[in-house]
């Protein structure tokens, strides 16, 4: 029996992905740990705020996962160097975002844990990296059912 390539591509469609939130919400964790000590230190209140900030990157392991379950539900459709094209190129897409999300994010607690204001314009920022994901995903899953039809 030979080894199908193609099969890398699905599980690497989902697994990128999560790497990318793990780096992301590791980068952004380390950072609201640093703004909490800080307040602390300085007999402040520490926001809970920044727990919402630090889990930003988790939305792009869900569309890893969608995107793998998109390309498991097209098998028949697609050869094996289509789907580990796919599921590579998509799962850096989406894991590159969630980490540059995460590193925005850990400046966004650093300035929130300082000021304690901002916070709807660095949730907006946020949510501006959040598209490039939401953007490969769904073109992506395009790109599976034109192939598929």
């Known amino acids: 029996m030979a080894f199908d390539f193609g099969l890398i591509g699905i599980g690497a469609s989902f697994?990128?992905?999560?790497c990318g939130s793990a780096l992301g919400t590791g980068v952004a964790a380390m950072a609201a740990v640093g703004a909490w000590k800080r307040a602390f230190m300085q007999?402040?209140?520490?926001?809970?705020?920044l727990v919402a900030l630090t889990g930003f990157?988790?939305?792009?392991?869900?569309?890893?996962?969608?995107?793998?379950?998109?390309i498991v539900g097209s098998l028949a459709a697609l050869?094996?160097?289509?789907?580990?094209?796919i599921g590579i190129f998509g799962g850096l897409a989406i894991g590159?975002?969630?980490?540059l999300q995460g590193k925005a994010a850990a400046s966004a607690c650093d300035a929130f844990g300082?000021?304690?204001?901002?916070?709807?314009?660095?949730?907006?920022?946020?949510?501006?990296?959040?598209?490039?994901?939401?953007l490969a995903m769904v073109f992506l899953m395009n790109i599976i059912s034109a192939m598929a039809a």
């Open 79 to 85: 050869n094996s160097g289509t789907i580990l094209g």
């Open 114 to 134: 300082e000021t304690g204001k901002g916070f709807a314009q660095y949730v907006l920022v946020l949510g501006i990296i959040e598209s490039v994901a939401l």
């Open 43 to 49: 007999n402040r209140p520490a926001s809970f705020l």
């Open 96 to 99: 590159a975002s969630a980490y």
């Open 15 to 18: 697994a990128l992905s999560a």
């Open 57 to 70: 990157p988790l939305s792009q392991s869900f569309y890893g996962l969608i995107l793998m379950n998109t």
